[in-house]
C-alpha cells in the first residue's frame, strides 16, 4: 500500500462541562486529526496530545510540526507501507509516540477499510462489548461532586474513578465511599504527590479502592515501587507507561501491579497490544485509559479494550459525556456497557457537517 499524502486537520470541541484536573481546567478540546490517503483507500489517525505540554511533553501544534516536517515525509518515501511497518519506519526520530500513533492509527484503518476488516479483530479482540467507567475531575465542593457521581452512575456507567490532588483526597473519597457504598472506585492522582506524601495516601486504604493511578511524577518509578510497599491500595502507571520496555521495567520492580494502557501515550495500538500481552503473561490486570477522545479514537479504544487483558472498565465513557455533538455518529452507553464496532477498519467515519463545523484549520503533506 503506497501512501499519496496526509491531511491534517486541527479542530477544536467545546466540552458540555469543565473538567478539572491537576494539570488545570479543560472547557474545550483541540485536537489533531489525520486523514491519510493511499492507493487504496483513506484511513483516520487522531492524535491525543493536549493543546499544552501539560500531561505529556507533547502538545498540539508540536505534534503537527513533527508529522510535518518529519513524520509523514518518512512515511511518504516508503515504496510500500502498512500499519506494522510504520513504527519502523519511524524508529530513527526519537520520542514524539503521540503523533506516531496517530499516523500508524491512521494508516492501519486505511489498511484494514481496503482489506474489509475490523480494527478490533485485527487487535485481537474477543469481546462484542466492553464495560465502561467515567472520570470524574475535581469539583468546587462535596455537594457537587456527590451530585456528578449520582449522575453517572444513574446513566449507567460501572466503575467511578475520582482526580484527586493534595487538599481534595480523602475527604470526597470518603464521602463518595459513604454514599454510594460498593461502587467500583479509583483514584487518579496525575503525578500530583511525592514520596515524602506516602503517610498521607496510606490514608486511602480503608476505601478499598481499585486502585490509586500515577501518584509520583512519571520518572519516579523507584519512588512508586518504594509507596507500593507502603500502602495496600493497588498501584498503577500511567505517565510512566511509554512502551512495553518500560512496563516490563515498572512491574520488574514492582512500581505497580496494574497498568493503564494509552496507545496514544505509548506510540500506538500495536504496541499498546505488546503491552497488554507483557501484563496478561504476568497476571496484571490492564485497563484503557481516555485522553478526551473524539469518535475516531474512541472506537478504536473500544476495539482494544476489547482484548482478553483488559479486566478492569476503562475511561471509555459515551460520547456524551465530553461532547453534546461528536464528529461521528454517537457512541452511546447500554447497560454500562458500549459496542464494539465490527465494521471495515474502525468502524466509524467522520460526518462531514459536524467534522467541518469544527474544523480550525487543515493542511495537505504530500511527496
Known sequence: ????????????????APFRTSFGTATSREALLLRVVTDESEGWGECVAMAQPL?????????????RRFLIPMILNQP???GPGVAEALAPVQGHRMAKAALEMGVLDAELRAAGRPFARELGATRDRVPCGVSVGIMDSIPALLDAVDDYLGQGYQRIKLKIEPGWDIMPVQAVRERFGDVLLQVDANTAYTLADARHLAKLDPF??????????????VGHADLARLISTPVCLDESITSAQTAAAALRLGACSIINIKPGRVGGYLEARKIHDLCVANGVPVWCGGMLETGLGRAANIA?????GFVLPGDISGSNRFYSTDITAPFILDDGYLRVPTGHGLGVEPIADELNAVTVATEWVSA
Not at 304 to 308: F, I, K, R, T
Open 208 to 221: 478499598d479502592l481499585l486502585l490509586i493511578e500515577q501518584p509520583f511524577d512519571e520518572l519516579d518509578i
Open 304 to 308: 482494544l479494550a476489547a482484548l482478553p
Open 80 to 82: 510500500e507501507v502498512d
Open 1 to 16: 500500500m503506497k501512501i499519496t499524502g496526509v491531511e491534517l486537520r486541527h479542530i477544536a470541541m467545546p466540552l458540555v
Open 55 to 67: 500531561y505529556s511533553s507533547e502538545y498540539v501544534d508540536g505534534a503537527a510540526d513533527a508529522l
